[in-house]
């Protein structure tokens, strides 16, 4: 397993930002890319009988002057036991196990990544979640007693299932997004330093978030989560059919691309198999060979 560590000087002091992936998922090819995302799409998409490709699952590590922050938790080990999905819907249970592919070793689990950099799970300041699909959520029972911060919308509009696979002893705290950021009309400053902050990239589900790390006044570094699974998707406004409302997937995209037109923006995906390279490389959006 490979670990991607940068650090950085921004105007709060040092940072180090560490990505790890936690497993892999392949999704139904006529899934992948859909015309009209939604409800029609992926039921079509079940008739396809070949996956795509595999996607990494990105976790990541912020070491902050204020804390470490952890972005998302990955997938959990647990996927691989027969009866992991049993205590789900029959549809959705039916989704995850027909429709998905999911992959990951023993030692990828995050718990065990975290401690081959020095990092006890009891350690972390906080865990920000980009939504609560189960490929970010996966990681949750490794941190009973960590703070595990929701965007409120995501918390109230999520699928009723999803809480079946979450640990009981969560401390979930929901996060209203009532502030302005850049062009993101709602978003919340997570650090004193406000250099660290969610906001709201909705679409992918209902109230999808993405957390951006400021540097500096010009260069950004932008946790995506979903709302694109990579980068060249981002740009050609390429979506899976899973997507809740595309309307409001288009508008992120867009307030992401315009603000890579104002400043450095290095754009790190849940699921692009290259986060890892263009966090290391300090690669931005809009610069680099895709557009
Ligand atoms: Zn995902």
């Known amino acids: ?113 975290l401690k081959k950099i020095g990092i006890n799970c009891s350690t972390i300041s906080k865990i920000i979640l ?37 640990p009981e002893n969560l401390k979930i705290e929901q996060i209203k997004l009532e502030n302005r950021f850049e062009n993101f009309e709602n978003s919340f400053y997570l650090t004193k330093g406000k250099d660290l902050i969610m906001v709201e990239t909705q679409g992918h589900t209902r109230g999808h978030s993405s957390i951006i790390l400021k540097l500096n006044e010009d260069k950004f570094i932008f946790f995506a989560g979903d709302v694109a699974y990579n980068e060249k998707r981002l740009v050609e406004k390429i979506f899976s059919a899973t997507i809740k409302d595309n309307r409001k997937n288009i508008k992120s995209c867009n307030d992401i691309m315009n603000l890579a037109t104002a400043k450095g923006v290095i754009f790190l995906p849940s699921h692009d198999p290259e986060s890892g390279v263009r966090l290391m490389n300090g690669i931005e959006l809009l610069n680099s060979d895709v557009v």
């Open 130 to 166: 980009t939504h609560l699909h189960i490929d970010h959520t996966g990681g949750l029972k490794h941190f009973p007693k960590i703070p595990v911060l929701v965007n409120q919308r995501e918390w109230e509009t999520k699928d009723g299932s999803f809480p079946k696979l979450f």
């Open 1 to 113: 397993m490979e670990i991607f560590t940068k650090s950085f000087e921004s105007k709060n002091g040092k940072i180090k930002v560490h990505g790890f992936k936690t497993g892999k998922l392949a999704i139904k090819k006529a899934a992948l890319s859909a015309k009209n995302p939604g409800f029609l799409s992926t039921i079509l998409s079940f008739r396809d009988k070949f996956f795509g490709e595999w996607l990494p699952i990105w976790v990541w590590l912020i070491e902050h002057p204020e804390g470490l922050f952890l972005i998302d938790t990955g997938l959990s080990n647990d996927v691989k036991q027969n009866n992991y999905f049993n205590q789900l819907d029959f549809i959705s249970k039916f989704y995850f196990e027909k429709q998905m592919k999911f992959e990951i070793e023993d030692n990828e689990e995050i718990d065990k990544q």
